[in-house]
T-cell receptor, first 110, second 120 residues
Framework: KNEVEQSPQNLTAQEGEFITINCSYS?????LHWLQQHPGGGIVSLFM???GKKKHGRLIATINIQEKHSSLHITASHPRDSAVYIC????????????FGKGTKLSVKP | EPEVTQTPSHQVTQMGQEVILRCVPISNHLYFYWYRQILGQKVEFLVSFYNNEISEKSEIFDDQFSVERPDGSNFTLKIRSTKLEDSAMYFC??????????????????FGEGSWLTVV
């Protein structure tokens, strides 16, 4: 069974800082998702990766398949980025059959 | 932007009662999912549904649970004889289909806002 580990568990940053959240998994996967969970509980999918790098606005996601590792970067962080960021991996079955990490709680202070 | 909608947003039920959580997936999507998140814990996959049948389910999804797409738009999760440990946030999600990416992000899974279930 795949184990998904995220670090750090909690992260406090000052507005404008560059932020990195890491995700490691133990078994080969077909895709990795980065998700954002709002304080109210709702989940938004940010990226799905199977290789390389993706960028949207201030968010960048990378994945290294050989090392079984992915990172989510936030440039020029803002208080509205405060949320829980969750890494989830899929093994090739149903694309929704995901194993989730515990999440990284990010708080960005003004 | 189209979205997945869930009702109710919060339900309180007595132990042993049956609960139905409802979801309206995005209209042209083909795959539907349910997940749950017990307070303070990880999100967990429950079940995936395609072509009017379950395509995958987790160990959590036992005989107490069932899913149905009763018409062309709704996707429901039924929990029979609820237990205290069923208290959780339940998320519905949908996706357009295998290998189909719709946005810059390659995102294929769209989540609803969740339904809080409290069993007392």
């Amino acid at each position: 069974k795949n184990e998904v580990e995220q670090s750090p568990q909690n992260l406090t940053a000052q507005e404008g800082e560059f932020i990195t959240i890491n995700c490691s998994y133990s078994v080969g996967i077909s895709a990795l998702h980065w998700l954002q969970q709002h304080p109210g509980g709702g989940i938004v999918s940010l990226f799905m990766l199977s290789s390389g790098k993706k960028k949207h606005g201030r968010l960048i996601a990378t994945i290294n398949i050989q090392e079984k590792h992915s990172s989510l970067h936030i440039t020029a962080s803002h208080p509205r980025d405060s949320a829980v960021y969750i890494c989830a991996v899929g093994g090739g079955g149903s694309q929704g059959n995901l194993i989730f990490g515990k999440g990284t709680k990010l708080s960005v202070k003004p | 932007e189209p979205e997945v909608t869930q009702t109710p947003s919060h339900q309180v039920t007595q132990m042993g009662q049956e609960v139905i959580l409802r979801c309206v997936p995005i209209s042209n999507h083909l795959y539907f999912y349910w997940y749950r998140q017990i307070l303070g814990q990880k999100v967990e996959f429950l079940v995936s549904f395609y072509n009017n049948e379950i395509s995958e389910k987790s160990e959590i999804f036992d005989d107490q649970f069932s899913v149905e797409r009763p018409d062309g738009s709704n996707f429901t999760l039924k929990i029979r004889s609820t237990k205290l440990e069923d208290s959780a946030m339940y998320f519905c999600a949908s996706s357009p289909g295998r290998g189909i990416t719709t946005t810059y992000s390659g995102n294929t899974i769209y989540f609803g806002e969740g339904s809080w279930l409290t069993v007392v």
